[in-house]
Antibody, heavy 120, light 110 residues
Framework: EVQVVESGGGLVNPGGSLRLSCGAS????????MNWVRQAPGKGLQWVSS?????????YYADSVKGRFTISRDNTKNSLYLQMTSLRVEDTAVYFC????????????WGQGTLVTVSS | QSALTQPASVSGSPGQSITISCSGT?????????VSWYQQHPGKAPKLMIS???KRPSGVSFRFSGSKSGNTASLTISGLQAEDEADYYC??????????FGTGTKVTVL
């Protein structure tokens, strides 16, 4: 069974940093591109970042997080990461880890999310 | 990276059909064959319902169908059921190699 499980969320002060992790199981992690998507409380989905199956070849970010967030992966540990720095109040959201299908650009499996709250 | 435009809410009675629209531009919906739709129940993770404009993943009810015309994509739910009450989001893979989501539509079953 395909599973992705996020962790690392919590309360952080504005300007602070946090590192999210996503553990994957039930599929060959290194064969799939992965994404982070977030959802502010009571709001819609917002794509954050993506990383290709091999890691550094293709990495993309939403304009709102470019220069502050860094996506990475460790295929030996079946894990995806999101390093978040210079956090802002508006970064408060549930962050979802999502697998990108190999037969098209859509997200076929999602985790339950981890909540990041940026507040003083 | 502006969000795609969806109606805030759509409602229907059990057994009826409803359609949710998703309007974008030639840089996303209009120029992409990778339009997808997601269903999200409160407090849950999104679930893929339609991929590549009109493909239904294994396990998704045949009552869900997708289409596209120009810069607007649509999701139709036929034979509306109580379990279909949820939020629905469209998404497009854009020319900038990024994903853009719709504003979301709350479906209410009367």
């Amino acid at each position: 069974e395909v599973q992705v499980v996020e962790s690392g969320g919590g309360l952080v002060n504005p300007g602070g940093s946090l590192r999210l992790s996503c553990g994957a199981s039930g599929f060959i992690f290194g064969a799939y591109a992965m994404n982070w998507v977030r959802q502010a409380p009571g709001k819609g989905l917002q794509w954050v970042s993506s990383i290709s199956s091999g890691g550094g070849i293709s990495i993309y970010y939403a304009d709102s997080v470019k220069g502050r967030f860094t996506i990475s992966r460790d295929n030996t540990k079946n894990s995806l990461y999101l390093q978040m720095t210079s956090l802002r109040v508006e970064d408060t959201a549930v962050y979802f880890c999502a697998r990108e299908s190999r037969d098209g650009f859509h997200l076929d499996y999602w985790g339950q999310g981890t909540l990041v709250t940026v507040s003083s | 990276q502006s969000a795609l435009t969806q109606p805030a809410s759509v409602s229907g009675s059990p057994g009826q059909s409803i359609t949710i629209s998703c309007s974008g531009t030639s840089s996303d919906v209009g120029g992409s064959k990778y339009v997808s739709w997601y269903q999200q129940h409160p407090g849950k993770a999104p679930k893929l319902m339609i991929s590549d404009v009109s493909k239904r993943p294994s396990g998704v009810s045949f009552r869900f169908s997708g289409s596209k015309s120009g810069n607007t994509a649509s999701l139709t739910i036929s034979g509306l059921q109580a379990e279909d009450e949820a939020d629905y989001y469209c998404s497009s893979y854009a020319s900038s190699s990024t994903y853009v989501f719709g504003t979301g539509t709350k479906v209410t079953v009367l």
